[in-house]
């Protein structure tokens, strides 16, 4: 009976992957709310490695041993254009990827939930640092092996508000704030009812020069419990985590970016650490 709790446990505690690897590109990385030139094509190719060997359940180690092991890609397209007076970037967004539990022996591979959307900025200054943009991000119910734990598929529509706010506040510095609310469909097949998840992210950059930085980031993310026929069947979120990310123009048109996170409390759920790699090509 244990043993199929925590497998249980398991496979409902790894929806939270998607936000803890970066894996929906509405987890904003360094940057992100810049907003860019009218006519900008940008071309994202991301990996994510993410591993967990703890699962929590209310703030308490149930398992030491899930072995989880998910190598997820995500492919992303933004253009950047004018709507009336008003800079957005609509974009969409592909995630795949394979996923292993050693804990239920169980392996999982496919493609994940589309996201579609965008951001509109209010303020655009690229001259002086200052950006503050709102994003709305969609996530369609395609992905493979939703009912599976897979976790880049999830079974159930989501919208995502967000707003972003960047101030370079002095020649190479640069703090990055972005709060975050997503809400949840019911699940397609079970019904199973998902408060809405809180996130927000904090990143401060060191400009090495123009087209290069270092960042040190803190994420922080509340809610998403969830009930089935007025059960708790997932306890509420209060996970937080550091991460630490380099980037740089290797010429005008290709960045790539590295990536470490370390979760550091978990309520719920797997403690993962994420390796994460993007290639950034503008055209």
């Known amino acids: 009976m244990m043993q199929r709790t925590l497998k249980n446990s398991v496979l409902l505690g790894c929806f939270g992957l998607a936000s803890v690897s970066a894996l929906a590109a509405t987890a ?15 071309a994202l190719l991301y990996y994510n490695h993410v591993t967990a060997d703890n699962l ?9 041993d899930i072995g989880l092991k998910a190598d997820i890609g995500i492919a992303r397209f933004v253009h950047f254009t004018k709507w009336g007076d008003y800079l957005v970037d609509p974009q969409i967004v592909v995630p795949f990827g394979s996923q292993k539990l050693d804990l239920t022996n169980s392996k999982t591979s496919g493609l994940g939930d589309v996201i579609f959307g965008g951001t509109l900025w209010t303020k655009a ?12 991000f969609v996530t369609a119910p395609t992905g493979d092996d939703k009912n599976k734990g897979f976790a880049v598929s999830d079974n159930r529509w989501k919208v995502e508000l967000a707003a972003g706010y960047i101030k370079r506040f ?10 975050q ?3 949840y469909d019911d699940d397609r097949k079970t019904g199973a009812k998902r408060d809405p998840m809180f996130r927000g992210f904090a990143h401060l950059r060191y400009h090495l020069s123009d087209t290069a930085h270092v960042a040190i980031s803190y994420r922080h993310a509340v809610g998403a419990k969830e009930t089935l026929n ?4 997932a306890k509420a979120m209060n996970d ?4 630490l990310t380099g980037a740089m123009f290797l010429d005008k048109s290709w960045r790539v970016q590295l990536q470490a996170a370390q979760d550091i409390n978990v309520e719920n759920g797997p ?4 390796l994460a790699a993007q290639l950034l090509f503008v055209y």
């Open 181 to 183: 609310v997503e809400f």
């Open 56 to 64: 929590y359940q209310g703030g308490n180690k149930v398992a030491s």
């Open 271 to 274: 403690k993962t650490t994420t």
């Open 230 to 233: 007025g059960n708790q069947v």
């Open 240 to 243: 937080n985590a550091v991460l």
């Open 125 to 136: 200054d690229l001259a002086n640092g200052e950006h503050l943009g709102w994003s709305v």
């Open 28 to 42: 904003p990385d360094p940057g992100d709310y810049t907003g860019l030139p009218a006519g900008t094509d940008l």
């Open 170 to 179: 002095a020649p190479k510095w640069s703090l990055d704030l972005i709060p």
